[in-house]
Each structure stands twice: as C-alpha cells, then as structure tokens.
C-alpha cells in the first residue's frame, strides 16, 4: 500500500535539509524540471533528485506518492505557468486562442518535461481550473452542451499534440534538428518538376513554413469551424 502523503502544511514544519532548504512540493517540481532540462527524462530519478536537493531521496515521498505522482505535478506545474495572469475577455474566440497559445508556448519552453507529461491526465488544481476555464468559455459564448464538449475535446488534443510534435523536436541532438530542417532545403527543393510536379511548386514555400510550428494555423482552423458551427445554431 502507498504511504500517505504529508499535508503541505505539516511538511512545513519539518526540519530543513542539510543545506538549511525547507523542502516544498513547488521547490521539488522546480528541481525536477531544471533536471529534466539538463539531463532529461531519464536523468529524473529519485536519487538524482535527492542529491540535487540535498535531501535523502525517501524524503520526496513525503511530498508524492512516487515518481509517477511527481510526474502528474510537473504537468500540472505547466499548465499553472501557462494560466497565470490569464483573464478572460469576454471575447469567447480570443480567449480560447490566448489559452491555446499559452499552454503550448509553456509545454515547448520546457520540451522534456512536455513530452514526458503531454499524454498525461493529472486530475490536480491547474488543469481542473483550464478545463473549466475552456468549458466557460464555451458556454458562455452559447454553445450547447454537447457541442461544448466537442470543441472543447478537439481544443485540448489538438494543443497538447502540437506541444507534444514540438517538443519532442526541440529534444534531438542539435544536429539531427538542423539536418531535419534543412532537408527541406536540401532534398525537397531540389526534386524535379518531372517527377514530383506539385513538391517542386511548393517547395520555396515549405521550405519557409515546415521548420515552424503549425499550431497557431491548426488553432486559427479550429476556431474557424467552431465559429462556422456557432453561426449555424444562430448565435
């Protein structure tokens, strides 16, 4: 069975480590995400983790239930960094553009910590308060329900899977990234009109588009068929 973890408030009041740090569940994510940065996912392991934070590695479990826990709170860290100093406007496509935009920029500014957490559902404070948020938005803007829940489900898997696409690129080795941007130039470009008539007409333009991201194009086409269904309920 588990070990139940220590209320927040009473781990507060236990003993500092050796270094004179008062431990807290914020402190420990922070550590762990600055390691997955550096070392990634397989360098996050409890004894690292220990170590870096001058802890006994069995002290974390007073804080989570294992590393798969701590793993939950790390994805939900992220979706906490993304919200803060959201507020919505009133203007239902804004506001869900504004909080696309900012869960995936929150994902692929830390890639291993997103690929890691991504596919993950963390049922914890900050992603109960987007999903909310989302279904507000929704709601208010006169969706019906189930019309809701459909765009709400399409808004989520569509931005976690880009941050999850664009992450797990920006973890290659810089070289494998800049060989795979490059072969648009380098293969791509250079195929003949004969053979592969529409890459070779497209080919200055993918060149240009397909070393960034298409989130912000698939969210726009998103909104565009939300907004399309909205007008033809009548609101």
């Known amino acids: 069975m588990p070990k139940a973890v220590v209320p927040e408030e009473k781990r507060r009041r236990r003993r500092p480590t050796k270094s004179g740090t008062v431990l807290s569940e914020t402190l420990i994510v922070e550590t762990a995400l600055r390691m997955l ?33 701590l793993t939950l709170a790390i994805g939900d860290a992220l979706i906490g960094q993304a919200l803060d100093g959201w507020r919505p406007t009133g203007e239902w496509r804004a506001d869900l553009r504004a909080v696309g935009l900012r869960i995936h920029a929150a994902y692929v500014a830390h890639p291993q910590a997103a690929v890691l ?24 803007a006169g969706f019906p329900l189930p019309d809701t829940v459909r765009v709400y489900h399409a808004f989520i898997d569509q931005t976690l899977a880009f941050a999850a696409l664009d992450a797990a ?46 989130y912000p194009t698939a969210l726009e086409m998103l909104l565009d068929s939300a907004e399309a269904r909205l007008r033809a309920l009548g609101g």
Do not use: C, K, Q
């Not at 993950?120 to 987007?130: D, P, Y």
């Not at 973890?171 to 293969?187: F, I, K, N, V």
């Not at 195929?191 to 007409?201: F, G, K, M, Q, S």
């Open 169 to 214: 690129s920006l973890t290659l080795p810089s070289a494998a990234l800049h060989a795979d941007e490059a072969m648009w130039r380098s293969t791509y470009a250079r195929l003949p009109r004969t053979t592969h008539p529409r890459i070779a007409e497209a080919a200055p333009l993918l060149a240009a588009r397909m070393v960034d991201s298409a």
């Open 37 to 69: 940065r550096e070392h990634g996912s397989a360098g996050l392991t409890a004894r690292r983790l220990g170590l870096a934070l001058d802890a006994d590695p069995s002290t974390l479990y007073r804080y989570f239930r294992g590393m798969d826990d």
């Open 117 to 140: 957490t991504t596919s993950r559902v963390t049922g914890r404070a900050n992603e109960l308060a987007a999903d909310e948020a989302v279904l507000d938005v929704l709601r208010t």
